[in-house]
C-alpha cells in the first residue's frame, strides 16, 4: 500500500516562509506525477500544485510566484517551499500521488500537514 | 480555469435506499486522447480524500460495486444502488483535462 507522510506544517506569520515535505515509499516515486492539495477549514479541496516525473512544474494561480514544488528521487521525498505566506494559506496540505504514470489527478493522499497563517 | 458545480450540496438518505450526485464542468471534459479525466472522491471525517472513480465510470480498486459513474462531455453523475452507513462522508467531483485541477465543492451524505 502507498504511504505518504508530510511533515513540517506549522505556525508562520504573514510574510514567512515554511517548507513542507512529503516521505513516499510502497511505489516507485521516481515515474509519477507528484502534487500538493490543500483545504482550507471547513472549505472543499484546491490542488496547488503538481511536479511530474521529468522535473516540469505547474502552480494553482494563487501561489505562483510565492511557493515552489520540488522532488529528490533518490530520497523519495516531495518538496514544498512556502514564501510570503498569506493568511488565506492557511490549510490542510496533503501530498498526493498521480494515479497513473503520467496522470495528474491524485489516487493515494497522505494524512495531511497544517499550515497556519497569522500573527 | 474550469468551474465544477455539484448538485445537491447535501443529502440524507435512509440505508438500503439509492443516492445520486450530479456534476456539471464549465467545459467539456473530453480531452484530445479521447478520454474524459473526470473523477469523483470520497472524504470521510478527519481524513483524507479517496479515489472512488476514475475517468469518468470505473472503479478505482477496493470501490464496493454499488458505486458507479457515468455521463460524458459536461455531464457526470455518481450513483449509489443501496447506501451503507459507511458511505457517509462528503463527495467531490475533479477534472484534470484542463489545469490547474478543479474540484466540485462538495456534496454532504448522511443517513437518516
Known amino acids: 500500500e502507498v504511504q505518504l507522510l508530510e511533515s513540517g506544517g506549522g505556525l508562520v506569520q504573514p510574510g514567512g516562509s515554511l517548507r513542507l515535505s512529503c516521505s513516499a515509499s510502497r511505489f516507485t516515486f521516481s515515474i509519477y506525477t507528484m502534487s500538493w492539495v490543500r483545504q482550507a477549514p471547513g472549505k472543499g479541496l484546491e490542488w496547488v500544485s503538481r511536479i511530474r516525473s521529468d522535473g516540469r512544474t505547474d502552480y494553482a494561480n494563487s501561489v505562483t510566484g510565492r511557493f515552489a514544488i520540488s522532488r529528490d528521487n533518490s530520497k523519495n521525498t516531495l518538496y514544498l517551499q512556502m514564501d510570503n505566506l498569506r493568511a488565506e494559506d492557511t490549510a490542510v496540505y496533503y501530498c498526493?500521488?498521480?494515479?497513473?504514470?503520467?496522470?495528474?489527478?491524485?489516487?493515494?493522499w497522505g494524512q495531511g500537514t497544517r499550515v497556519t497563517v497569522s500573527s | 480555469d474550469i468551474v465544477m458545480t455539484q448538485t445537491p450540496l447535501s443529502l440524507s438518505v435512509t440505508p438500503g435506499q439509492p443516492a445520486s450526485i450530479s456534476c456539471k464542468s464549465s467545459?467539456?471534459?473530453?480531452?484530445?486522447?479521447?478520454?474524459?479525466?473526470f473523477y469523483w472522491y470520497l472524504q470521510k471525517s478527519g481524513q483524507p480524500p479517496q479515489l472512488l472513480i476514475y475517468?469518468?465510470?470505473n472503479r478505482f480498486s477496493g470501490v464496493p460495486d454499488r458505486f458507479s459513474g457515468g455521463g460524458s462531455g459536461t455531464d457526470f453523475t455518481l450513483r449509489i444502488s443501496r447506501v451503507e452507513a459507511e458511505d457517509v462522508g462528503v463527495y467531490y467531483c475533479?477534472?484534470?483535462?484542463?489545469?490547474?485541477?478543479?474540484f466540485g465543492q462538495g456534496t454532504r451524505l448522511d443517513i437518516k
Open positions: 475517468e469518468v465510470s
Open positions: 498526493a500521488k498521480g494515479h497513473i504514470v503520467g496522470v495528474t489527478v491524485p489516487d493515494s
Open positions: 467545459q467539456s471534459l473530453l480531452y484530445s486522447d479521447g478520454k474524459t479525466y
Open positions: 475533479a477534472q484534470s483535462s484542463q489545469l490547474p485541477i478543479t
